[in-house]
């Protein structure tokens, strides 16, 4: 059975930090591209940043520069560091693996992340 569990979420003033955490069970993680997804109050869910198995990385645009994507293969963990967080940046985040492009993957069951003053 495959799990993501993600942790790390929480409130937070505007040019504060967070970090994620997601861990995996029940897949061979090395060998998975991990996502962090988020979806915010009446918007479509959007990827922020991902990590392939050859340590590659992509962000969204709005987070380019803030956040950083890392990975600890040996603790089947993926990480999302989020820094100078802004208000737009509230929005449930996802933790998503998948094996190729094709494959429609795992989620996580969210964490919430409140940016306010």
């Known amino acids: 059975q495959v799990q993501l569990v993600e942790s790390g979420g929480g409130v937070v003033q505007p040019g504060g930090s967070l970090r994620l955490s997601c861990v995996a069970s029940?897949?061979?993680?090395?060998?998975?591209?991990m996502n962090w997804y988020r979806q915010g109050p009446g918007k479509q869910r959007e990827l922020v940043a991902s990590?392939?198995?050859?340590?590659?990385?992509n962000y969204g645009d709005s987070v380019k520069g803030r956040f950083t994507i890392s990975r600890d293969n040996a603790a089947n963990t993926v990480f999302l560091q989020m820094n100078n967080l802004k208000p737009e940046d509230t929005a449930v985040y996802y933790c998503?693996?998948?094996?190729?492009?094709?494959?429609?993957?795992?989620w996580g069951q969210g964490t919430q992340v409140t940016v306010s003053s």
């Open positions: 998503h693996a998948r094996l190729i492009a094709s494959d429609p993957g795992y």
């Open positions: 029940g897949i061979s993680f090395a060998a998975y591209a």
């Open positions: 990590m392939n198995r050859y340590g590659n990385r």
